[in-house]
């Protein structure tokens, strides 16, 4: 067990880097963040930033000597890095696990080979492939394997000329090829698993997208008792299967009536900051809790909430001026608790910040969150 005022070390700086050096903070820990950027979220309140590359095996060496154990926020850390540090200290997630998570073709194999529900697909890595991939995956949506996020490196093609010239548009890297498929509503998991298999999963959301984006989060999702408890089933055997340490995010789509899983990430996840404000444990004090070996916290919600995301397009008026948007009126909302993300510069598609509004009545939480974000404007 690591104790404080032990030193944690995280692999990149954004927004779930701070949340988490907020949370270890807290709880009495000291944190070293690694990231190159001069002013990420994370670094700029962390008790050392480490300004350099993930494969810089100098700063690597650094963070090792200095922390206790090291986890990352993000999927894109190279499997490679967290192998170098796993050597001298312990890191969890996995090199192993993060691996799976951050290719979407080692994702959809792992899904495939322990039996878990996903969508038809194929793995295209050359225009061969495309040339043979089955004519009943279309309309589709190609996905590069890797980097993708808040749906860059996705095109929705409607038959294979298409797909061929969207494959060409990437360059002709390695991509899946996915059904698109009649999505009911989508919903995911955050859980927690630590060392000896224990796990927390917090209650199921549900997600609703904008432009390929998290919008809102509702809790409790809008499904059937059977569907939220198949849900928490799939997502603790993904985490089994993963040998997994931490908080894992497990994206599903409900397609008629069916769930799906989408993709994993190996870190807390944006459909989770609801944990924040309304569960008994959030997702970054259980990924504190995962890491340094402690009782995982009770998952269990004490509120209604939904969370709504709040992007750089807000601070940009109709005639295109930058502005600050009116934080006075949306703090006047009753059980409304702002996040912000201290972000320099605000850019269109940004994650700026969340805001999330808790209750005892679904129906009235669900009204007054979206009353907020029309007074915002
Ligand atoms: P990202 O890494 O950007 O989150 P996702 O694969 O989760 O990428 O895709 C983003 C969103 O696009 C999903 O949440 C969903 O709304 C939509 N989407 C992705 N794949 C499919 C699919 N196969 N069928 C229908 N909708 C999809
Ligand atoms: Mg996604």
């Known amino acids: 067990m690591i104790l404080p005022p032990a030193t944690l070390g995280m692999l990149g700086g954004g927004q779930l880097g701070r949340f988490f050096v907020t949370a270890a903070h807290e709880m009495g820990y000291q944190v070293w963040v690694l990231d190159p950027d001069p002013e990420s979220p994370a670094g700029r309140i962390a008790d050392r930033h480490l300004q350099a590359g993930y494969s810089d095996r100098g700063a690597l060496d650094e963070l090792a000597g200095a922390c206790a154990a090291i986890t990352t926020e993000f999927e894109n850390v190279p499997a490679e890095t967290l192998e170098y540090l796993a050597r001298s200290k ?26 878990l529900p996903h969508g038809p697909f194929a793995v295209i890595r050359s225009v061969a492939d495309l040339e043979r991939a089955d004519g009943a995956l279309f309309p589709a949506i190609l996905k590069v394997a890797r980097f993708g996020y808040d749906g860059k490196g996705q095109a929705v093609v409607e038959n294979r000329d298409e797909a061929l010239a969207a494959f060409r548009g990437f360059k002709e890297e390695a991509c899946v090829l996915e059904q698109k498929l009649p999505l009911d509503y989508e919903v995911s998991v955050v859980l927690a698993r630590d060392a000896q298999g224990r796990v927390q999963c917090f209650p199921t959301g549900e997600n609703q997208h904008r432009n390929g984006i998290l919008d809102v989060s509702i809790v409790p999702a809008r499904a059937s008792t059977c569907t939220l408890d198949n849900a928490h089933a799939i997502a603790e055997r993904i985490g089994e ?24 990430a190996p870190r807390p996840h944006n459909s989770g900051h609801y944990t924040l404000d309304a569960c008994v444990t959030g997702q970054f004090e259980q990924q504190v809790r995962a890491l340094c070996g402690l009782p995982l916290g009770e998952a269990r919600a004490h509120s ?32 409304l608790k702002l996040h912000l993300y201290a972000k320099r510069q605000a850019r269109p598609g940004r994650k700026m910040g969340h805001f999330t509004v808790i209750g005892s009545d679904p129906a009235q939480v669900q009204a007054a969150a979206l009353a907020a974000r029309s007074a915002l404007g």
């Open 90 to 115: 312990p890191v969890h997630p996995s090199a192993a696990a993060v691996a799976i998570c951050q290719n979407r073709i080692a994702e959809k194999t792992f899904l495939r080979d322990n039996g």
């Open 241 to 264: 299967r993963l040998g997994y340490i931490g908080t894992l995010g497990v994206e599903f789509f409900v397609t008629r009536g069916k769930l799906v899983v989408n993709e994993m």
């Open 304 to 335: 209604a909430a939904v969370m709504v995301n709040i992007l750089g397009d807000l601070w940009f008026g109709a005639d295109g001026t930058y502005r600050e948007p009116d934080w006075q009126r949306l703090l006047a909302v009753p059980n």
